[in-house]
T-cell receptor
Framework: QKEVEQNSGPLSVPEGAIASLNCTYS??????FFWYRQYSGKSPELIMS????GDKEDGRFTAQLNKASQYVSLLIRDSQPSDSATYLC?????????FGGGTRLMVKP | NAGVTQTPKFQVLKTGQSMTLQCAQD?????MYWYRQDPGMGLRLIYY???????DKGEVPNGYNVSRLNKREFSLRLESAAPSQTSVYFC??????????????FGPGTRLTVL
């Protein structure tokens, strides 16, 4: 059983701080990694994809991948209350994705 | 462009009733997926269709059937609904053009309650 693990949270950070979300996965052959944001009552929205070891930055978001440690993370700089949501980590498994349970992030004004 | 659409948005069924959830996409994607999402359980794959004419079971296929009607449409059928199928159902699509990339895009979801 391929697994993707996330701390369910909630992770609470003050406005303007850096939020750090973490994800570990079990399948060593996985090649593609994704972060989705899901607001309460809404559908998941893709915010970052990463395929190579290292960092990938997009605006306030940075995804970090370490395949040797089977670890992927998402950093959100200058966190805003509008970033409050559940963040889902997803890992490719051939023709499909395996999702973690999500981490709930709360950004307090 | 509507992206991925799902109907209905909400549905209440009695145990034993049947229904079909519809999904359509205008993204010209090859692959389509059905997930269910339960509190504390994350997204779990029910069935997927890698391309028109093919379907495969995911993690939790029991109690469901699917039809890939054409490239645009992928339906999920509950033949005899059970309370355990109360959930939020999401359809997703992916281009799966080759290689490892598998970015998936989700529809708005269907909230199903089985009494």
């Amino acid at each position: 059983q391929k697994e993707v693990e996330q701390n369910s949270g909630p992770l609470s950070v003050p406005e303007g701080a850096i939020a750090s979300l973490n994800c570990t996965y079990s399948d060593r052959v996985s090649q593609s990694f994704f972060w989705y944001r899901q607001y309460s009552g809404k559908s998941p929205e893709l915010i970052m994809s990463i395929y190579s070891n290292g960092d990938k930055e997009d605006g306030r978001f940075t995804a970090q991948l370490n395949k040797a440690s089977q670890y992927v993370s998402l950093l959100i700089r200058d966190s805003q209350p509008s970033d409050s949501a559940t963040y889902l980590c997803a890992v490719d498994a051939g023709n499909m994705l395996t999702f973690g349970g999500g981490t709930r992030l709360m950004v307090k004004p | 462009n509507a992206g991925v659409t799902q109907t209905p948005k909400f549905q209440v069924l009695k145990t034993g009733q049947s229904m079909t959830l519809q999904c359509a996409q205008d993204m010209n994607h090859n692959s389509m997926y059905w997930y269910r999402q339960d509190p504390g359980m994350g997204l779990r794959l029910i069935y997927y269709s890698a391309s028109e004419g093919t379907t495969d079971k995911g993690e939790v296929p029991n109690g469901y059937n699917v039809s890939r009607l054409n490239k645009r449409e992928f339906s999920l059928r509950l033949e005899s609904a059970a309370p355990s199928q109360t959930s939020v159902y999401f359809c997703a699509t992916s281009s799966l053009a080759g290689g490892p990339a598998n970015e998936q895009f989700f529809g708005p979801g269907t909230r199903l309650t089985v009494l």
